[in-house]
C-alpha cells in the first residue's frame, strides 16, 4: 500500500512551515469528525451521503500524497453512486493509512 507523504503540502507552501503546520492541524482535526460521518452512514446504507463523505475525503487523500488511493476513491464514491460497496475495503485501508500516519507527525 502506497505511504502518504507531505511532498504535495510542501509544494504548495513554498517553505512555509508555519502554512504547513497550519495545513496539517486542519487535516489531523477534520479527518476524524469526517470518517465518523462516512462510517455513520455505510453503516446505514445511505450509499448518496456515503458517496459525498468519499468525494469531500478524496481531497484529503490527495494532499496526503496518495495518487493511487485517490483514484481508486474515484471509483468507490461512482460505485456508492450506483448502489454498490465495491471498494469499501481499499477506501477504509487508506483512511486507516492517512490517521495512523498523521499520528506520526
Avoid: C, W
Wanted: proline letters at 2%; hydrophobic letters at 35%.
Amino acid at each position: 500500500m502506497e505511504q502518504p507523504n507531505l511532498s504535495y503540502i510542501k509544494s504548495m507552501s513554498g517553505g512555509d512551515k508555519d502554512f504547513e503546520q497550519k495545513l496539517i492541524g486542519i487535516i489531523q482535526k477534520e479527518l476524524p469528525q469526517e470518517k465518523a460521518i462516512y462510517f455513520k452512514n455505510i453503516a446505514d446504507n445511505n450509499f448518496r451521503e456515503a458517496a459525498a463523505n468519499v468525494h469531500k475525503l478524496k481531497h484529503k487523500i490527495s494532499i496526503l500524497g496518495l495518487v493511487n488511493s485517490y483514484e481508486s476513491a474515484v471509483k468507490y464514491e461512482h460505485n456508492l453512486l450506483e448502489g454498490s460497496k465495491e471498494g469499501q475495503v481499499n477506501f477504509d485501508a487508506t483512511l486507516e493509512n492517512m490517521t495512523n500516519f498523521l499520528k506520526t507527525l
